[in-house]
């Protein structure tokens, strides 16, 4: 579990666009998610829930068995798909520093231990995939899915876990913001008011329905005490939308890639009102028509506030190649351009 000291760990966040000054503002929908977890939602979370095996065998007595510990949590997604954190399946190695272990072992929630090999990890968030060798996938039990469409602030969520390398134990608790960040990931995060500890990393953050809303990732350490492992009531998750595509795009095995606008914005009043404006303008922005000077209002209808939720929009719910809408307001007048989506 990645631990944070400092509770001020919000960042401000550099966007593929080249964001130069970013005011941030959060802006939160009206309406939480009211739906209570059901028990065949609890069945399933258990059912789906790994832990993430340390790898405790002695290499100079290959005939005495490790010991059994947990380090982590994942989850099975579907047809042997395991997923987890990049951080829990990391090892060092003392010729190449850290590395992703190639073969993992993970132990079900019926104590079926299982090896499961790499298929897939990303450098970009902490998300990596595995797949459960074929002569084993019978034993998960069940499947999960992600969400579709946003969560909100106020949303029930629960984790199954297995902090400090105990359990499978549940905890329950809601959303905070959607939409906050720290320095250990290049994208938003999603925080949550609930009970997290090392050794909860990689474990699915399930809404009542038991779909996966996001990755548990970090919590921040609320006590004095200089321990290896921390529990905390703030923890935060990797958005599900977006540890979606990087499992999309490892099973089909091809590179993920995100979208590029060309735009490098600063912030500026509009009236009474933060916004975000064009200080300078390249491919493809240019040539659908965007200028300097100009506010940015809406991507595809979704109104943008500041540089961050538009780099998380087009991160999340784009891809090169895609035409979108940008609607910009210049000098007195609201007009939208169409800009065919660069890549990198």
Known sequence: M??????????LWLSLLSLSVVSTVFAFPTHAETVSPTQDAFL??????????????????????????????GFHLRDGYVVTARH????????TGTIIQKRIRILTNDLHELPADLV?????????????????RSKLQAGTSFVTGDVVPGMEVFTVGYPLGWGPTMAFGRLGNTNTFLQTVDTRLIQADLSACSGNSGGGLFNGQG?????????????????????????FAIPGILAERIVNAAVSGKPLTFSKLGLHLTSVKDG??????????????????????????????????????????????????????????????????????GGG
């Open 2 to 11: 990645i631990c944070y000291q400092v509770m001020e760990a919000y960042r």
């Open 44 to 73: 399933r979370a258990k059912q789906v829930t790994v832990g993430i095996l340390a790898e405790t065998q002695d290499q100079r007595m290959p005939e005495k068995p490790g010991k059994v510990a947990v380090r982590g949590t």
């Open 88 to 95: 829990a399946a990391e090892k060092h190695d003392p010729t």
């Open 120 to 136: 897939g990890d990303s450098a970009f968030m902490d998300v990596v995939l595995y797949r459960v060798a074929e002569p084993y």
């Open 211 to 235: 779909e996966i809303v996001g990755i548990v990732h970090a919590v921040i350490q609320t006590d004095k005490e200089e321990t290896q492992s921390y529990c905390s009531r703030m923890a």
């Open 272 to 341: 009474t009102r933060l916004r975000v404006a064009v200080k300078d303008v390249a491919e493809p922005a240019k040539a659908a028509g965007l200028q300097k000077h100009d506010i940015l209002l809406a991507i595809e209808e979704a109104e943008i506030l500041d540089a961050a939720q538009l780099k998380n929009y087009l991160i999340e719910r784009t891809t090169p190649g895609q035409e979108v809408a940008i609607k910009v307001r210049r000098v007195d007048a609201d007009l939208t351009f169409h800009v065919v989506l």
